[in-house]
């Protein structure tokens, strides 16, 4: 991403704004459920324009050896 954008990040449990850091960096906390999990992400860059992005997390709490 870059500088500034707003970044929309949503779950079927969870909806968050957050915005980049200078470097076009940002974290955020989701809350998940159990098994595969879609986040759906959008950015709004400065210019107006939108990029989007499906990511695809497992959460198990399942011991990997």
Same mark, same amino acid.
């Given at each position: ?6 970044? %929309? ?12 850091? %200078? !470097? ?12 595969? !999990? ?28």
């Amino acid at each position: 991403s870059l500088p500034g954008s707003t970044i %929309a990040l949503t779950t079927p449990d969870d909806d968050l704004l957050v915005i980049t850091d %200078a !470097n076009g960096n940002f974290t955020a906390d989701l809350e998940i459920s159990g098994g595969e !999990n879609i986040i759906d992400i959008t950015a709004l860059l400065p210019d107006q324009k939108t990029q989007n992005l499906k990511l695809s997390v497992t959460y198990t709490t399942a011991k990997i050896n």
